[in-house]
């Protein structure tokens, strides 16, 4: 038997991989909409999410004690996807994973407001040295910056309070609705994106394609 520590890192790891292929997917989907690619992420995202749905909870999964909460959750989480499609597209998958690993680092400093955490001196000095490195591996160039830059950024900040929302969510509401919640909100704001950037038909290789984007997003969100 696995202790909780392995767990985590198992689930940890299991998530990180899922994300991986999905942030390659997407990507490889640039000549399609954006839209196009956060519908099938939203309406796919939900199939891994309905095997954890319990049975007693089929006709009214959608009860929670904190609606307001789950609602700056898929704010965040809206502004954090939408930001790194388009950072996937306009930029090298290289520079953009170095950039977002800038996103413990926001989380740390957000800590400190939402959830009230002590940082002490080792953890500050591990948040200086990895903002160092972010920056040694990102290797930015006045000649080569652009806006496009300020799009893994926002996602940083994005992902970063997504986090301390689900940390205050995970007291009280199960996973799978935490997840859920986000992948309709996903889905109702592509049909909306869909309206003004158009639609193109896919293959039915680049229609599976894009469909894993949501199912292995929706998977990730679950561990």
């Known amino acids: 038997m696995l202790s909780k520590n392995q767990l985590g890192f198992l689930y940890m790891f299991i998530s990180v991989c899922a994300f991986s292929v999905m942030d390659v997917i997407v990507k490889w989907s640039e000549d399609y ?3 196009q690619v956060l519908f099938f992420r939203g309406l796919c995202g939900v199939i891994p999410i309905l095997f954890l749905i319990p049975k007693d909870r089929y006709f009214d999964f959608y009860k929670t004690k904190r609606p307001f ?3 700056k959750r898929c704010i965040a989480g809206l502004i ?3 930001a790194i499609f388009i950072a996937l597209r306009k930029l090298p998958l290289a520079t953009v994973v170095s950039i977002t690993f800038a996103a413990p680092i926001f989380t740390t400093i957000l800590s400190i407001f939402f959830l009230n ?3 002490g001196l080792y953890r500050w000095m591990a948040v200086i040295v990895g903002f160092v490195g972010i920056i ?5 160039g006045y000649s080569s910056l652009n806006i496009y830059y300020l799009y893994p950024i926002i996602f940083c900040l994005g992902l970063s309070y997504v986090a301390i929302a689900i940390r205050q969510l995970s007291s009280t ?8 919640f986000f992948s309709i909100s996903i889905f109702i704001l592509s049909i909306f994106s869909i309206f003004t950037e158009g639609w193109i038909l896919p293959s039915f290789k680049d229609l599976f ?3 894993m984007v949501g199912i292995l997003g929706g998977l990730a969100n679950l561990w």
């Open 117 to 119: 955490e002590k940082v």
């Open 173 to 180: 509401e199960p996973v799978w609705l935490i997840g859920l």
């Open 80 to 82: 954090a996807i939408v």
């Open 136 to 140: 040694v591996i990102s290797e930015p």
């Open 69 to 71: 909460l789950h609602f």
């Open 33 to 35: 909409p954006v839209g």
């Open 209 to 211: 394609l894009i469909s």
